[in-house]
């Protein structure tokens, strides 16, 4: 017998280890029994009828769409303050960092 034949032959009678059981399709299952929260969303969309633009704006109606617009309004703010710092500073020539 060559050795590749032996080879073969020893692998084929020594028993196999059990396969470890694998896992139950977790994320995938979470994700395709994921509650539907569309209905729900949308009546809150929808709330109050139509031509409510200014009292009552689309983009603040969720819970969490104030935090997200007093961040975004306080980065904003601040990035112009800086700006018009730097542009008080470029134009009076303060500010310079000594040689």
């Not at 539907?36 to 633009?53: N, W």
């Not at 112009?80 to 000594?98: D, F, P, Q």
Request: with cysteine; glycine share 8%.
């Amino acid at each position: 017998m060559t050795f590749s034949a032996a080879r073969v032959l020893a692998t084929r009678t020594v028993s196999r280890k059990a396969s470890v059981q694998q896992q139950k399709r977790g994320i995938v299952d979470y994700l395709t029994n994921y509650p539907d929260k569309v209905a729900e969303m949308k009546k809150i969309q929808c709330a109050g009828g139509t031509l409510q633009g200014e009292s009552n704006p689309t983009w603040l109606k969720q819970p969490s769409d104030k935090v997200v617009a007093a961040a975004v309004f306080a980065l904003a703010g601040m990035g112009l303050v800086r700006a018009s710092i730097a542009t008080y500073r470029l134009a009076y020539g303060t500010g310079k960092i000594e040689d």
